[in-house]
T-cell receptor, first 111, second 111 residues
Framework: RKEVEQDPGPFNVPEGATVAFNCTYSNSASQSFFWYRQDCRKEPKLLMSVYSSGNEDGRFTAQLNRASQYISLLIRDSKLSDSATYLC????????????FGSGTKLNVKP | DGGITQSPKYLFRKEGQNVTLSCEQNLNHDAMYWYRQDPGQGLRLIYYSQIVNDFQKGDIAEGYSVSREKKESFPLTVTSAQKNPTAFYLCASPSNTGELFFGEGSRLTVL
């Protein structure tokens, strides 16, 4: 079983739509949670950290459910520029600071 | 600006050749990581180093080697023993807040 699982998509949505991505993780000892954005043939870049209380950054809202080991990302009022792959990333400190990556969910926002 | 610099961005290799990918950081971070990304898969850890002069194998170290002689530098050698080296290679380093910073990546193609 993969440590982090995501729906690969693609999600094809019109501009202005609201879209939600989900992610599950297998290790209950996981400590930190993130959403990264990766454009085609580029490196991943941090979109936002995910906190237990939920957090919002403009059009983006992230939520964490530790009991269900589930993370979500909601994008409101989608823009063409939101088209990218969104990676769910989970961090656990064992003997070192280890990161586990989902395979990514691809989003295509259409005009 | 602080960051991670990888070179070269694109590299072509003939079968049987070793190649070395450069990674330099000026973030003053202790830890540095190398990941491999293949289409449709999450990032997989090749090697990591928590401190200068120390490094450990990650999940897919076979066919790779590294060194960490300076805090700023963590080069990766892809040896001829790596059976399927064509991939996107990412160097990364975590901050104290848990954010993982990436270099721009090196895309290796075996001819």
């Amino acid at each position: 079983r993969k440590e982090v699982e995501q729906d690969p998509g693609p999600f094809n949505v019109p501009e202005g739509a609201t879209v939600a991505f989900n992610c599950t993780y297998s290790n209950s000892a996981s400590q930190s949670f993130f959403w990264y954005r990766q454009d085609c043939r580029k490196e991943p870049k941090l979109l936002m950290s995910v906190y237990s209380s939920g957090n919002e950054d403009g059009r983006f809202t992230a939520q964490l459910n530790r009991a269900s080991q589930y993370i979500s990302l909601l994008i409101r009022d989608s823009k063409l520029s939101d088209s990218a792959t969104y990676l769910c990333v989970v961090n656990m400190i064992d003997n070192f600071n280890k990161f586990y990556f989902g395979s990514g969910t691809k989003l295509n926002v259409k005009p | 600006d602080g960051g991670i610099t990888q070179s070269p961005k694109y590299l072509f290799r003939k079968e049987g050749q070793n190649v070395t990918l450069s990674c330099e950081q000026n973030l003053n971070h202790d830890a540095m990581y190398w990941y491999r990304q293949d289409p449709g898969q999450g990032l997989r850890l090749i090697y990591y180093s928590q401190i200068v002069n120390d490094f450990q194998k990650g999940d897919i170290a076979e066919g790779y080697s590294v060194s960490r002689e300076k805090k700023e530098s963590f080069p990766l050698t892809v040896t001829s023993a790596q059976k399927n080296p064509t991939a996107f290679y990412l160097c990364a380093s975590p901050s104290n807040t848990g954010e993982l910073f990436f270099g721009e990546g090196s895309r290796l193609t075996v001819l």
